[in-house]
């Protein structure tokens, strides 16, 4: 399955992303062969080629020269192997035995297969960013990327069933477990595409942006999307990550006292009390509280894109950003 086809109406991407799919199966080759399965598996189950997309978007948008075509697939490539890995061991962590609606890959390998595909992808992404460019500042920022990520979904566990975390933590999570590699995507797009230092930046801060806005509507629908989702509703309350709906109502002393005695089960909380914090959630403006946020980060993205000359790349920057904002999964 190609994973770009979702962008084949876009004529702008659409041969590029098909040339980044091609080149990341070629990449990610071993002579293991379940190890080879478990790879292409999760490359055809895996993300939307969303962090590919906005890199070159944001290289035909901002840059200012002709860019050298076979980096930036590469670049793409390596970004979006990075998500992969990361994809993977998610599912590792929490057990979970879906994947966008699909068997994952520890589900269907194993977990030490699982961890051995997320270890390689790591190898292939390192070897990728090492050919691609020499430039020192470069190879740093995709180092801090990694520790990124890596530092939100560590604050994230580190917040599990802490019903005193502040909105203030929620965001630096998301800014790293989500939106740092967002915000990788949108920042080499520009910079190797020859945009100056302060149009670099402004895209990085649009990618963070348009980040942080996805990850809250992700949250949003784990208590809105029902069968519309990819994951099971309400996963990450089950496991104690309490995400901005749950964080908001916390904020309202009424609805504290309702949610505490089922939140303060932590582990032993059943599938009915689960049901019953999210009849709570829905029965009050917390969603629309919520959507109000992720309105405030999609009107920041916006607002980054209008120092851009118009251009169709601006153009479809503007409608993804929209267009993740009313997503329904």
């Given at each position: 399955?190609?994973?770009?086809?979702?962008?084949?109406?876009?004529?702008?991407?659409?041969?590029?992303?098909?040339?980044?799919?091609?080149?990341?199966?070629?990449?990610?080759?071993?002579?293991?062969?379940?190890?080879?399965?478990?790879?292409?598996?999760?490359?055809?189950?895996?993300?939307?080629?969303?962090?590919?997309?906005?890199?070159?978007?944001?290289?035909?948008?901002?840059?200012?020269?002709?860019?050298?075509?076979?980096?930036?697939?590469?670049?793409?490539?390596?970004?979006?192997?990075?998500?992969?890995?990361?994809?993977?061991?998610?599912?590792?962590?929490?057990?979970?035995?879906?994947?966008?609606?699909?068997?994952?890959i520890?589900?269907?390998?194993?977990?030490?297969?699982?961890?051995?595909?997320?270890?390689?992808l790591?190898?292939?992404?390192?070897?990728?960013?090492?050919?691609?460019?020499?430039?020192?500042?470069?190879?740093?920022?995709?180092?801090?990327?990694?520790?990124?990520?890596?530092d939100?979904?560590?604050?994230?566990?580190?917040k599990?069933?802490?019903l005193?975390?502040?909105?203030?933590?929620?965001?630096?999570?998301?800014?790293?477990?989500?939106?740092?590699?967002?915000?990788?995507?949108?920042?080499?797009?520009?910079?190797?595409?020859?945009?100056?230092?302060?149009?670099?930046r402004?895209?990085?801060?649009?990618?963070?942006?348009?980040?942080?806005?996805?990850?809250?509507?992700?949250?949003?629908?784990?208590?809105?999307?029902?069968?519309?989702?990819?994951?099971?509703?309400?996963?990450?309350?089950?496991?104690?990550?309490?995400?901005?709906?749950?964080?908001?109502?916390?904020?309202h002393?009424?609805?504290?006292?309702?949610?505490?005695?089922?939140?303060?089960?932590?582990?032993?909380?059943?599938?009915?009390?689960?049901?019953?914090?999210?009849?709570?959630?829905?029965?009050?403006?917390?969603?629309?509280e919520?959507?109000?946020?992720?309105?405030?980060?999609?009107?920041?993205?916006?607002?980054?894109?209008?120092?851009?000359?118009?251009?169709?790349?601006?153009?479809?920057?503007?409608?993804?950003?929209?267009?993740?904002?009313?997503?329904?999964?």
């Amino acid at each position: 399955m190609n994973k770009t086809q979702q962008w084949q109406k876009y004529p702008i991407i659409a041969n590029d992303l098909s040339t980044v799919n091609q080149f990341l199966l070629e990449n990610i080759q071993t002579r293991h062969h379940e190890l080879k399965d478990a790879l292409l598996t999760m490359a055809n189950n895996g993300g939307k080629y969303l962090r590919p997309a906005l890199l070159f978007l944001s290289a035909k948008a901002a840059g200012k020269k002709q860019y050298d075509h076979d980096q930036l697939i590469k670049l793409a490539a390596s970004i979006e192997i990075l998500h992969m890995a990361t994809l993977i061991h998610d599912d590792i962590i929490d057990d979970s035995d879906k994947r966008r609606g699909k068997i994952s890959i520890q589900a269907e390998f194993g977990k030490d297969v699982a961890v051995y595909a997320g270890d390689l992808l790591f190898t292939h992404f390192f070897d990728l960013i090492l050919s691609a460019t020499n430039e020192h500042h470069y190879l740093e920022k995709n180092a801090f990327a990694m520790h990124h990520v890596l530092d939100g979904e560590l604050g994230q566990m580190g917040k599990r069933f802490d019903l005193s975390q502040s909105l203030d933590d929620y965001l630096d999570n998301v800014k790293g477990k989500t939106a740092a590699l967002l915000r990788l995507a949108t920042e080499e797009g520009a910079h190797f595409a020859g945009a100056d230092h302060q149009t670099t930046r402004l895209m990085a801060e649009f990618g963070e942006n348009l980040g942080v806005a996805f990850q809250i509507v992700d949250d949003i629908l784990d208590y809105t999307g029902g069968k519309n989702l990819n994951k099971p509703t309400l996963e990450d309350l089950a496991t104690g990550v309490y995400s901005l709906p749950l964080l908001l109502a916390l904020r309202h002393q009424k609805l504290k006292q309702q949610l505490q005695p089922l939140l303060s089960k932590k582990w032993n909380m059943t599938v009915e009390d689960i049901n019953r914090v999210q009849e709570i959630l829905l029965s009050n403006d917390i969603i629309s509280e919520s959507r109000n946020f992720a309105k405030h980060y999609s009107d920041l993205a916006l607002a980054n894109l209008k120092a851009l000359p118009l251009s169709p790349a601006r153009e479809l920057l503007k409608q993804i950003t929209k267009q993740m904002l009313n997503r329904t999964k």
